[in-house]
Structure formats: C-alpha cells, structure tokens
C-alpha cells in the first residue's frame, strides 16, 4: 500500500510542473523582448553572459544538495526523522560555509580579473558583477528549500517558485523601463532580490509546517558530511564538468565573436529552451521517484519508466522540429523587432534539443539509482573536450557562433548514446546484486 502511495504522489507531482510550466512559459516569452527593448543588444549579450558566469556558482556545493537529495529521500521513504533532520541540519551548515568561502573568491576576482576582456565588451560590468555575486551567494544556501521540495515529491512547488520569480522579474523590467534606461546595476538588484524574497517564503513555509527538517546546530553530523559528500562529491565532479559543457557557450561567442553576437545565439537556445524547460518539468520528480523505487526494489517499474519517458522524448523531438519549420515568423513577431538568425543556428539549436531530450530521460533515473561513477567519468570528458573543440570548430573551423553549439552537440549525440546503455547495465547489475542477497536470505 505503501509502494502505491509514493507513485500516485510523484504522478500527481510530475503533472501538476507539466500543468504549471505554461504559465513559466507565457512570462518567459513577456519577460525576453521586454528586456530585449530595455537594454539593447549588446546589454542584453552582456547580461545573458553574466547569468552563464553566476550560474556556475549553484554548482560549487560539492555535490551536498544531491547527496541530501537522495538521502532524505530514503530517510523519508523509512520514516526515519531523526537521521533526516541530522541531514538536513548538517547540509545547511557545510553550505553555509561553502558559501562565504565561494563569495570571498568572488569578491577577490573582481580586482584580479579583467572581467571586460573576457566578455570583449567596453561596458562596465564590475558594480553588476559585484552584486549578482553576493545575491547568488546568498540565494545559493537558501534554494536548498528546492531539495527539500524533491525529497519530499512536491516538485511542482519547486516549478511553482519560479513562476513567482519570473512574475518579479518581469514587473520589476516593466518599472526599470519607465524610471531607467538599460542599467545593468538595477536589472541586477531587481534579479537577485526576486529569488532572494521567493526562497526565503518557501524556506520559512516548509520549516514551519515540517519540524523535522528544521535545521539545527545541535544536529549537525560530522558522520553524516561524510555520508552525504561520499555520494555528493561524484555527484560534484559530474555537475562541474557538465557546466563547462552547458554553459560556456554564451562566454565563447562573446569572446571570439563580441558580446552583441550572444543575443542571436541566446535567444535561439532561449526559444528551444522553453518548450524543453515543460519536459523537463515532467521529468525532475523521477530522480526521487527512482531512488525511492529502488529502496523498494521494483526494477521493473524503473524499467517501465525509462522506456515511456524515452517515447515522450521522442514526441518533444517531433515540435521541436516543428518550431524549426516557424521560427523566424514566431520569434521575429514575438520580439517586435527583426533579427538575423542563420538557418544553420537554428537547425543545430534544433537536433541539440531533440538529443538532448534523451540525455534529460536518463540523467535523474541514473542519479535516482545513485550510478554516478559512469556519469561522472562522461562529465568529465565531455567538460574537456568542450571549449577547446568550440573554439576550433568556431574559429579555425570557419563555422562561427554555429560552431559553439555544433561541438556541445556532438559531445551530447555520444553522451545520450553512453547513458542508454549505462542505464541498463546499473540496473541489471543492481538487479542481479540484489537477488544473489534475497536468494541468500532465502537459504
């Protein structure tokens, strides 16, 4: 009975994201061209680069919001309050750390770096740099409310805030527009301050409502940071190596190509990205979904999973096909404005989004089983090989910003093909381990 509670929970939860993506579609496609119209091109270049560099910072958590993850999911599955609150008290408190440190280098770096040559633009971009990187900092220990939310299978909250974030976001453009004009220090206060207010609600809500995940300092665990890196420090390496491959694309094309080159290029990926970011709704809640499968031993239905989601996939591939077909009537109209966009950028955005569907199928159900030691190794050949084949295919591979995304699609096209086969061999092996040990209970 158990059992057919937690799948009912996470279906519903996985379609109420899908049901609230829309309304984080509809914003999305409000926010872009009015932030569009108030910084220009080549601000809005600028900006979509500065969000590439501090998205970075949510991966530096060594791995602890995932390894909290999937060990609050078990604790929870048990019932085991106690060790879910030592948990939760000790990830809390290593982050917190993590995250002065992270904002000390932050803060050192805008002295030693040209951060104006590096996105090869003449605008000055430190006061900006500055506080997106304290807010990022901050908002970075606070959206562990999010891990909490996926642990305890209400992902749709998670997809709930950010629907409130961008309503922030897209007001706060709209009164910048009639009191400024393209400033970059603004547009930066009102961003970060927009997470900052969502997360604190949430964080307060969910503490109040669930005692047992309060954080304390009585309960910190120095048994369970090793516990949770053990897991989380693979998960750490995998995330790293998946961001030099995810996002620094936007810092290639401004620096080999100018930061006004970003805007054609983001706002490509942005249109695939939105209609991928409703799929991908679908898909965050089978991470926790998976490991708490697994706990209960159902390979088969973790099967089941893998197999419909793959064919979901395949349907998303189709419209993003479509899109390809429209795309410059729907996004020149959406926009208000024309804007060069090469068939070629826009055929390559599309077969990377239909690919990269797959590989959005198999990572939460291989992180869900805790097979991190094979992504992990893709990661990190994926993240090695990522700039330097940019570049070359960019630069001396004459393809231009083209090139940026065609490299980051090749090393997607061999990283779908390793995680189906990877999937089904951590499975088997799971499965075969875990009826050698019923058999031998049996005897």
């Not at 939860?13 to 872009?32: C, D, G, Q």
């Not at 590439?52 to 609050?72: E, P």
């Not at 998960?235 to 190596?241: L, N």
């Not at 697994?294 to 893998?306: P, Q, T, V």
Request: glycine share 6%.
């Amino acid at each position: 009975m158990k059992h057919k509670i937690i799948i009912g929970a996470t279906e519903k939860s996985a379609l109420r994201s899908v049901f609230i993506k829309p309304i984080s579609m509809v914003l999305s496609l409000l926010y872009t061209p009015a932030l569009l119209a108030y910084l220009g091109d080549e601000k809005y270049g600028v900006w979509a680069t500065i969000l590439s560099v501090i998205s970075w910072v949510n991966y530096c958590d060594i791995g602890i919001g995932n390894g909290l993850r999937n060990i609050l999911t078990v604790s929870l599955t048990e019932k085991n309050y106690e060790r879910a609150k030592r948990t939760v008290s000790t990830a809390y408190i290593c982050l917190t750390g993590i995250s002065l440190f992270i904002l000390a280098i932050l803060l050192i770096s805008i002295k030693l770096v040209n951060w104006n040559t590096l996105f090869n633009t003449d605008i000055d971009i430190n006061v900006t740099l500055l506080i997106s990187f304290v807010f990022i900092c901050v908002n970075f220990v606070l959206a562990l409310c999010n891990t909490l939310l996926y642990a305890l299978q209400k992902s749709e909250l998670v997809s709930l805030q950010s629907v409130f974030v961008q309503l922030i976001n897209i007001i706060s453009v709209y009164v910048l527009q009639r009191i400024s004009s393209g400033n970059l220090v603004l547009l930066a206060i009102t961003f970060g301050a927009s997470s900052l207010l969502v997360y604190m609600s949430t964080t307060f809500n969910l503490l109040r409502n669930k005692k047992y995940l309060r954080p304390s300092f009585k309960c910190f665990d120095k048994k369970m940071v090793k516990d949770i890196n053990q897991l989380g420090l693979k998960f750490f390496i995998a995330q790293i190596s998946f961001v030099v491959l995810y996002t620094t694309d936007n810092i290639i094309v401004s620096k080999y190509f100018g930061a006004a080159q970003v805007t054609p290029f983001s706002l490509v990926d942005k249109v695939f990205n939105i209609g991928y970011s409703v799929f991908a709704a679908f898909l965050t809640p089978y991470w926790s979904k998976t490991t708490a499968e697994l706990a209960s031993h159902n390979f088969d239905g973790i099967r089941k999973y893998f197999r419909n989601l793959n064919i979901l996939a395949l349907f998303f591939s189709c419209g993003c096909i479509a899109v390809a077909f429209i795309f410059r009537t729907v996004v020149n109209a959406w926009l208000g404005k024309t804007i060069e966009f090469s068939n070629e950028l826009i055929g390559v955005m599309c077969i990377y989004y239909c690919i990269y569907s797959f590989c959005g199928v198999s990572s939460p159900i291989i992180n869900g089983l805790g097979a991190v030691n094979g992504v992990m190794l893709l990661g990190i050949f994926q993240g090695i090989v990522n700039i330097p084949l940019s570049i070359y295919l960019a630069t001396d591979g004459g393809l231009g910003i083209v090139g940026v995304r065609f490299a980051t699609l090749i090393l997607v096209s061999i990283g779908a093909v390793y995680q189906f086969i990877y999937f089904y061999y951590t499975l088997n092996k799971l499965e075969k381990k875990e009826t050698l040990r019923s058999g031998g209970l049996h005897e």
